[in-house]
């Protein structure tokens, strides 16, 4: 007796859930961190117990989302210009930042807030900070290196767009995984309100240009469509044969 084999569906007709784009991601996480944010500035004013790790955070989500599709180009350019192989979350950032346009950009760098963020970095415990983090010495992240990066901002900064980009990001990055409960590490910035008050506000600069910088780049590439189709409609139209 013949066995009947199991009724099977066509891939094509199979129900595929909706994958969103790497930019509709990073703005509802960036929404997301915005609305922690309100709830941060309300826990103040009443006196409640804040917590401003998580809404940077959350952005930090949204930018490594908005990043992730740039990670194979940025790697090839990484290999082809400086011969480096690896290539670091802090670096992908970075080089996503340098490539801003000039005008926001130089809106960036001109932030004072920046300076101020240094000094206090400066009077934290780095060594240990970063040094006795497991997550930041998986990605190659030492003390040694965020003394070059602080140098960096102290005396490049806006002066050589990429070394204060990749110190920028740095600094975001070292942020990041100092104020993450769950990475293993002796020292954090979990509860350090002074610090994460600054960073959450330049970072929350930073974001908006790379999400808006991007959404013009998408809108930019849909659009020579539309204004071929513009024009070619408004070209003259002989006699109909």
Do not use: C, W
């Amino acid at each position: 007796m013949a066995t009947r084999l199991p009724r099977t569906v066509a891939e094509s007709l199979k129900f595929k859930e909706k994958q969103h784009s790497p930019l509709v991601k990073a703005r509802t996480h960036d929404k997301k961190a915005d609305r922690l944010r309100k709830a941060e500035k309300d826990a103040k004013k009443k006196g409640d117990p804040t917590t401003p790790h998580l809404q940077f955070l959350e952005r930090y989500k949204a930018l490594e989302h908005l990043i992730q599709p740039l990670e194979e180009l940025t790697k090839k350019e990484f290999r082809g210009k400086l011969a480096k192989e690896e290539v670091g979350p802090h670096e992908l950032l970075g080089h996503a930042i340098s490539k801003l346009s000039q005008a926001r950009l130089k809106a960036i760098m001109e932030d004072p807030r920046i300076g101020k963020l240094n000094v206090l970095m400066g009077r934290r415990p780095l060594a240990r900070i970063v040094d006795q983090n497991e997550s930041l010495e998986d990605i190659g992240i030492r003390f040694k290196d965020f003394v070059m990066k602080k140098r960096d901002l102290k005396f490049a900064l806006g002066l050589q767009s990429y070394k204060s980009a990749q110190a920028l990001a740095m600094y975001f990055t070292i942020i990041r995984y100092a104020a993450d409960p769950k990475a293993k590490k002796k020292a954090n910035l979990v509860k350090d309100q002074e610090v994460l008050d600054i960073a959450n506000e330049i970072f929350r600069d930073v974001a908006a240009h790379l999400i808006e910088e991007l959404q013009l780049e998408k809108d930019g590439f849909f659009d020579v469509g539309q204004r071929k189709e513009k024009a070619m409609a408004a070209l003259p139209r002989g006699p109909r044969a």
